[in-house]
């Protein structure tokens, strides 16, 4: 099943080891273009904050994130703001240097209690270093002090769904849903009841497709069929996964369970085209390959059940079902 990534917090992607540059070179590039200007001025204004944060700024929209950092740095010195904290944060999560920035997390919730973007933050950086007690801490937290505030339900409901704490994460989302009805929030809503076989999963829906006067939505067709897949109404899921492909041609998962109701019904062949169509979309996920090696066996064709099984492993070392279909069959 899809998981959705439209979302305010979820997922914090840290980079380390991007491009680092040595002490002398990265002289040598302040003093080109397109930083050269703004080195010459603040040589001959060394306080002034704002132009160490416009080079910052400049060095990492260049990817030059371990270079900035000592711009944000001394920005942040000069004159410390919220501003500048939450560049300067950004950067150091982006270069991997986790505990700096958490400590300098600590310090701005103390320092700039109203703001609730460093108590998030916090809790996104926790969450990916697995603690997520102490994720789950920052967000309660902010709750404390403005329980109406739909964002902080929100992302502490995505991050207990992520924890597996499904009931929780239903009444977290279902809080924030309540007080901002909006898309985002009714689609991961409507996810999560889909996935448990809750028909809610279809008003939320119905709801959302009502209001795309553009016809623009995937999702809400994708999420109603994946419930009528997992209630096995299967009629009912493949029209819908079809209604998702024809919305959006690159819809994988659309493919992959409309091949899967196909497979269980044995229908091989349309199956087979299925998720060959998945495998056109995109070449390099696993599961269309594993999906079309049960078809080939399925249909008694042992050597293309062996060649996409292990297409399948290729692609991904942890699928451990593709690698041991193939070791079967081999020995067999």
């Known amino acids: 099943m899809k998981i959705l990534k439209s979302l305010p917090f979820y997922l914090l992607i840290l980079v380390t080891g991007c491009g680092l540059d040595s002490g002398v070179n990265s002289d040598r590039i302040l003093k080109e273009p397109p930083y050269a200007g703004l080195t010459d001025s603040i040589n001959r204004f060394p306080n002034d904050a704002q132009l160490y944060l416009k080079r910052g700024l400049l060095l990492s929209q260049n990817n030059r994130h371990e270079i900035a950092t000592a711009d944000y740095k001394k920005a942040w010195e000069i004159t410390p703001n919220e ?19 958490i400590q300098l997390l600590k310090e701005c919730i103390k320092k700039y209690p109203e703001n609730h973007e460093f108590n998030r933050r916090l809790g996104e950086v926790y969450m990916e ?11 309660d937290s902010i709750l404390l002090k403005d329980s109406n505030n739909f964002e902080a339900w929100f992302d502490k409901g995505m991050l207990l769904a992520r924890i597996d704490d499904t009931s929780a994460a239903i009444k977290a989302l279902e809080k924030a849903y309540a007080l901002q009805p909006i898309d985002y929030i009714g689609i991961n809503l409507a996810n999560i009841y889909a996935s448990n076989s809750n028909p809610k999963a279809i008003a939320i829906c119905d709801s959302m497709i009502r209001k795309d006067t553009a016809l623009a939505s995937v999702d809400p067709w994708y999420i109603k069929g ?73 249909t008694n064709r042992k050597e293309q059940a062996i060649a996409n099984y292990q297409r399948a492993y290729s692609l991904d070392k942890t699928f451990t079902q593709a690698r041991d279909a193939m070791r079967r069959l081999k020995n067999s």
């Open 83 to 101: 501003a500048t904290a939450l560049e300067y944060i950004s950067n150091l999560l982006l270069i991997g240097e986790m505990n700096p920035a």
């Open 129 to 139: 270093i697995g603690k997520p007690e102490q994720a789950l801490a920052q967000l």
């Open 226 to 298: 994946v419930y009528y897949f997992n209630t096995k109404q299967y009629d009912k899921a493949l029209k819908l996964f079809d209604e998702a492909i024809k919305r959006d041609w690159k819809f994988i998962e659309a493919y992959l369970d409309k091949g899967i109701i196909l497979y269980e019904q044995k229908n091989y062949d349309e199956a087979l085209e299925t998720f060959t169509l998945a495998a056109t979309v995109s070449n390099t996920y696993p599961d269309s390959y594993y999906w079309m090696g049960r078809c080939y066996e399925a």
